[in-house]
């Protein structure tokens, strides 16, 4: 069975700070991997994923992703954090019949 | 451009009662799935369908049915609403094979249930 682990309920990073959410996950298989954001009272929106090739993923709002085999992990990363980066942050497996399962989800908090 | 639509986007419901949350997608996508959001729980899948006729169950299907006519369309039904099902549930939908399967999900806006 796939899962995916997310280790911190919440980050919190001033404006202009490298932002990092950590993920983790464990699969059988190649993994497919995605990071997707959402913002209050809205549905989830998707940020990038990783399913082959250079382990770097560059996606959305100046975020990137590194993948790490021998580490299992997922992590996203933004090198300068704004106020609007402010949102509930989601890492997901997916398997070959296109089921994802997602992490419980990580706030960040992005102050002035 | 619709993407993926839920109806309704807000609903109260007393015990016992039945209802059903609609979902459509116009993307064509073969694979669409059923989420609830809880505080702290993130997201866990109640059903799920790869094609049109078949469905499957997620971690959460107890309390829920859901059947899959048409591509397009894939509703979630309470048959005998509890609170426990008090949640904001969530439409998503993706392509999943032919060259295509490492496609990313795509969401519709929530429809939040409240069960008194």
């Known amino acids: 069975a796939q899962s995916v682990a997310q280790p911190e309920d919440q980050v919190n990073v001033a404006e202009g700070n490298p932002l990092t959410v950590k993920c983790t996950y464990s699969?059988?298989?190649?993994?497919?991997l995605f990071w997707y954001v959402q913002y209050p009272n809205r549905g989830l929106q998707f940020l990038l994923k990783y399913i082959t090739g250079d382990n770097l993923v560059k996606g959305s709002y100046g975020f990137e992703a590194e993948f790490n085999k021998s580490q299992t992990s997922f992590h996203l990363k933004k090198p300068s954090a704004l106020v609007s980066d402010s949102a509930l942050y989601f890492c997901?497996?997916?398997?070959?019949?296109?089921?994802?399962?997602f992490g419980a989800g990580t706030q960040v908090v992005v102050t002035p | 451009n619709a993407g993926v639509t839920q109806t309704p986007k807000f609903q109260v419901l007393k015990t016992g009662q039945s209802m059903t949350l609609q979902c459509a997608q116009d993307?064509?996508?073969?694979?669409m799935s059923w989420y609830r959001q809880d505080p702290g729980m993130g997201l866990r899948l109640i059903h799920y369908s790869v094609g049109a006729g078949i469905t499957d169950q997620g971690e959460v299907p107890n309390g829920y049915n859901v059947s899959r006519s048409t591509t397009e369309d894939f509703p979630l039904r309470l048959l005998s609403a509890a609170p426990s099902q008090t949640s904001v549930y969530f439409c998503a939908s993706s392509y999943s094979s032919g060259g295509r399967g490492t496609g990313e999900l795509f969401f519709g806006e929530g429809s939040r249930l409240t069960v008194l």
């Open positions: 997901a497996v997916r398997d070959s019949r296109g089921k994802f399962q």
């Open positions: 699969v059988s298989g190649n993994p497919y």
């Open positions: 993307m064509n996508h073969e694979y």
